[in-house]
């Protein structure tokens, strides 16, 4: 057996314990002051000089004890605003968060990574910088982060990070090499009109037709104007008009929607006729409206030459047969491609799927369930690939 992965089965208690500290203690976005509070006393006592390099996102280094190059490896910490309802025994006890997106393995794995890391530091040819980062899933925190310095002092060469897949088994690493995961823009269509009684339609201008209507064309963005060799959606996730009254026309709305893809050309065409559209649409009705861009997150590239060695390294871990290349590009973003803009990147789908495969929903669910038996994996994987990189590139 892999002697990280040795290692780790052997910290399983203290990794289901933070796992299921941070699954208690979900908190969103870059507001993480106590889980901050908690990775930042676990990082103390490992020995580690812990750095706020921005709100909420931690930095610290192993190594360093040997001049060689600089890989990080990154954590990612924030839940989702969304209830919880899966049964567990360490539920969410923050009502409205639960991490239904696997965040709370990721901290336990990054602090399981950097404790095997600090026993090993003196093997380390060069410096490992272990980054948790904040905001995540509003795509805020790389960039938060990078524009903050973490790729300096020192420079970072190369980019490594984990993310769990609740619909996979345990200890199976899925990884692509080049464009693997679509680009991410949020937006929010703000919709004037004029409100009055509905039983007197004549004497307003109702948002919800022009909400209807602008919808109704933005979906033929897709079918007219987007070739169909291209892979990108464009989704409106919610309409949101009025109070729940019969008799009233409400004065204004919104629509909340997200677009992803590959082509970046592509995509500013589509945020531009989004614009003209929604705006366009809504004069045509005697309304007006406003586009609110609410976050842009590049696509996800993975380096071929930095994923083929990583992948060697992983193998190791996992074994060979375990190691599942991507047979197609996921529409689903990640954040952790700013830093694929940067250096060489690749992000491992780590398997933590229930035995049970009946109970196996996705991601972002409120009944999601996660293995723990995923947790050494990712830990002894983060650890590998780290410390053999650094050793064929010192």
Known sequence: ????????????????????????????????????????????DMGYQVQEICQCGLVVLAGGKKPGKCILIRGDMDALPMPED?????SSENPGAMHACGHDLHMAMLLG???????????IEG??????????????????MIEAGVLENPHVDAAFAIHV?????????????????????????????????GAAPNSGISPINIGVHIYL???????????????????????????GATNVIPSEGVLNGTMRGFNAELINHLRQRVEEISVGTARVFGGDAEVEWLFSSPAMYCDPEFTDEVVRYAADVVGQDRMIPKKSR?????????????????????????????????????????????????????TQCAIEWLKEHK
Not at 16 to 33: G, K
Not at 86 to 90: H, M, Q
Not at 113 to 123: C, G, R
Not at 217 to 243: H, K, Y
């Open 1 to 44: 057996m892999n002697k990280y992965l040795a290692r780790a089965n052997q910290l399983v208690p203290e990794l289901v314990e933070n796992r299921r500290h941070f699954h208690r203690h979900p908190e969103v976005r870059n507001e993480l002051f106590e889980t901050v509070k908690y990775v930042k006393a676990q990082l103390e």
């Open 86 to 90: 899966t049964g567990l025994e360490f």
């Open 113 to 123: 990574a950097a404790k095997l890391l600090k026993e090993h530091e003196d093997e």
């Open 127 to 144: 410096t490992v910088k272990i980054c948790f980062q904040p905001n995540e899933e509003t795509f805020g925190g790389a960039k938060a």
């Open 165 to 197: 897949g609740s619909m996979a088994d345990v200890g199976t690493l899925d990884y692509g090499k080049g464009l693997t995961m679509g680009s991410a823009d949020g937006f929010s269509i703000h919709v004037k009109g004029k409100g009055c009684h």
């Open 217 to 243: 064309a933005l979906q033929e963005l897709l079918a007219r104007e987007v070739n169909p060799a291209e892979q990108c959606t464009l989704t409106v996730g919610s309409m949101l008009f009025g109070d």
């Open 330 to 382: 996921a529409t689903g973003s990640e954040d952790f491609a700013y830093f694929g803009e940067k250096v060489p990147s690749q992000i491992f789908w780590l398997g933590a799927g229930v035995d049970d495969k009946t109970k196996r929903i996705s991601n972002h669910n409120p009944k999601v369930l996660f293995s723990e038996d995923a947790l050494p994996y990712g830990a002894a994987v983060y």
